[in-house]
């Protein structure tokens, strides 16, 4: 049977008898290998996708900063929907359709009779996406059309980013070796791998309550029906007793960000506390992740994961009960809302602390750039590029000669008036 590794971590603020915590990570059916405690894994895809193309993709043109919990994350991405182990690869009903065999058609009479006609696809549904993550979103704020580009032509990339990648994924690697230990877990199913995701964030509750500190908190939501996922740095308590979200960004250079770096930065941030904050005033119902992402709450779970579970003090038989024990938790838990906000850049070659950057949290700002971000997953309206104002950030874009976006910003007003015109 396809199994995938999992590493999974321990808080070293939490007793030893409280066994291991297990990793959040989502597994495809490839071997993987995983940082623990919710972050990503390089893996193989069951696609045959090579998870580094995903992460160059991602990364196209980007400035040269990473946060840790980005890193791994994009990691991710190209098994995000892969068939997991255990699935027939058959849909049991019309919820298990892929999404693009769900487009409605629409039937119009016409004098020489009935033409069907297929609605377009949204971007969801061209990419098989059934959930966004956090990354994505910022990497939108960023450029959205280059966004694009880096999904349908992954390939045309910087080897420069693939050593980012490798210098980040050590950085991040000895920062969590720091207070983490190492354990493995199988998976055989999705609803497994979501169940590790969800025995982290268990495990972190506790700690949390007693004022300690934890570190990739995986958070998850939904905001205008479309499903989110993200994982936070690190959630720890100042001296005032604020709850702090604290973002660690690795430069290659050795200075701080432009102006128009920080605001994707803090948009990434803001996001993060919008989402743990709906998590803990009980949004995130049972059924909102098995409807959003399409598992099965009477799934029987591994039987590493039961262990899991039970080590951190739990007793569970089926991917719902594991849901339910999530939502009792968070609601009662207690927990306050993220006060502070804050994000630390660091440069990657040398690890010399360059400055630290106290984000403002404006609620219908963040969900209005959400709400804007969100219409072109939709299908609400086409990509977009970035205005004249930032075309510097097209200097740095691996897609800059094929862009059609910038082609037509750069023909001017009259020329595209024109093109108008004759068509």
Not at 176 to 184: G, N, R, S, W
Not at 238 to 258: F, I, N, Q, Y
């Amino acid at each position: 049977m396809l199994a995938s590794e999992l590493r999974t971590r321990l808080p070293s603020q939490q007793p030893p008898s409280r066994g291991p915590l297990p990793c959040a990570g989502l597994q495809g059916a490839g071997p993987a290998r995983c940082c623990a405690g919710g972050r990503r894994k390089e893996e193989t895809g069951a696609a045959g996708t090579c998870p580094c193309v995903a992460f160059q993709a991602a990364m196209a043109g980007t400035s040269s900063e990473l946060s840790d919990s980005e890193i791994l994350q994009l990691l991710e991405e190209p098994a995000r929907d892969s068939p997991q182990p255990g699935d027939s690869g058959q849909p049991n009903s019309s919820s298990d359709l892929p999404l693009d065999s769900l487009s409605t058609e629409v039937a119009a009479d016409t004098a020489a009779g009935q033409v069907k006609r297929k609605r377009a696809q949204t971007p969801l549904e061209k990419y098989s996406l059934k959930y966004l993550s956090v990354t994505d979103l910022s990497t939108q704020s960023w450029c959205e059309q280059q966004m694009v580009y880096g999904r349908e032509l992954p390939l045309l990339q910087a080897s420069e980013k693939v050593r980012l990648l490798n210098t980040g994924k050590s950085i991040h690697l000895a920062r969590e070796l720091e207070v983490h230990d190492i354990v493995e877990v199988r998976t055989t199913s999705k609803e497994d791998s979501w169940a590790l995701k969800i025995l982290n964030l268990l495990s972190m509750i506790p700690v949390l309550q007693a004022g300690g500190c934890v570190r990739e908190l995986p958070v998850f939501g939904v905001i205008d029906g479309i499903f989110l996922v993200g994982i936070i740095d690190e959630l720890c308590y100042t001296a005032k007793g604020e709850l702090e979200l604290r973002e660690l960004k690795t430069r290659g250079r050795p200075s701080m960000p432009s102006e128009a770096q920080k605001k994707r930065d803090y948009f990434q941030v803001c996001l993060y506390k919008y989402i743990f904050d709906a998590m803990i005033q009980g949004q995130l119902k049972p059924d909102v992740i098995t409807r959003h992402i399409r598992l099965r709450p009477e799934q029987p779970l591994g039987s590493q994961i039961r262990q899991h579970a039970q080590k951190v003090g739990f007793v569970v038989t089926c991917f719902g009960d594991l849901l339910e024990l999530m939502y009792l938790n968070l609601t009662l838990s207690d927990l306050p809302s993220i006060d502070r906000l804050t994000i630390e850049y660091s440069h990657q070659d040398s690890d010399t602390p360059l400055g630290t950057e106290v984000v403002e949290f404006e609620e219908e700002k963040v969900r209005e750039r959400v709400q804007c971000y969100l219409a072109y997953w939709k299908g609400q309206r086409e990509v977009q590029g970035v205005e004249i104002e930032e075309a510097w950030k097209c200097r740095s874009c691996s897609y800059s000669e094929i862009c059609d976006w910038r082609r037509t910003r750069a023909d001017g007003p009259e020329q595209r008036s024109g093109l108008k015109k004759s068509k």
